[in-house]
């Protein structure tokens, strides 16, 4: 069964702010930076704190890059006001050179992508979602909500790093419902 993006804004802020009511900041920062950077799990959890710190300054940064694992391309990633919010707030707690951002407590590793994954689906099962959520579902809810928004698909597969737009439209997980909402809005004649 393919992963597809959540495509409820409610259900989204649900699933970030699961844990943060929970306490559980490093889960919540997950959950936030999976759905604001389109980054694959795998490239979120090797995310170091001096990645996206500034230890001079002593606060999160504007922007940070990465070189991404699958693609091998580097991306500079702008961090909104959500996830710079999210991580400040782990940074008090969390901040130190060297570390990872998504750390396990005990080993001083970042988490497993299959960790990810249950950190991920617990929140969508306790929260009664009915589609399968999942780290990937993340990335692809960022995709959705900016082509709802009116971003181009063209600069979303720039993001993504995608080879080829078919692709992209995948990632997108276009429904008739949304067809649907583009014939009934236009209205050109009248």
Sequence with gaps: MTTQPIRNKHQVRELATYYLKKGE???????????????RISD????????????????????????????????TIALNKSAVKALTLLAASAAMPGRFLIENPR??????????????????????????????????????????????????????????LAVTRRYLGVTQDDKNEVYWGLSLCG
């Excluded at 979120?44 to 002593?58: A, I, K, P, S």
Aim: aromatic share 12%; glycine share 4%.
């Design 44 to 75: 979120l959890l090797r995310l170091r704190w001096e990645d996206v710190y500034d230890f001079e300054r002593n606060r999160v940064r504007a922007s940070f890059y990465i070189v991404e694992g699958k693609t091998r391309k580097t991306k």
């Design 107 to 164: 080993t001083k590793k970042a988490i497993s992508r299959i960790q990810a994954y249950r950190i991920i689906r617990v929140a969508a099962e306790t929260l009664g979602f009915q589609q399968r959520v999942s780290p990937h579902s993340l990335r692809k809810s960022f995709g959705y909500f900016a082509w709802k928004s009116g971003v181009s698909p063209a600069i979303i597969m720039e993001i993504y790093n995608h080879s080829s």
């Design 25 to 39: 900041v490093r889960n919540h920062v997950l959950i936030v930076l999976g759905v604001h950077t389109a980054l």
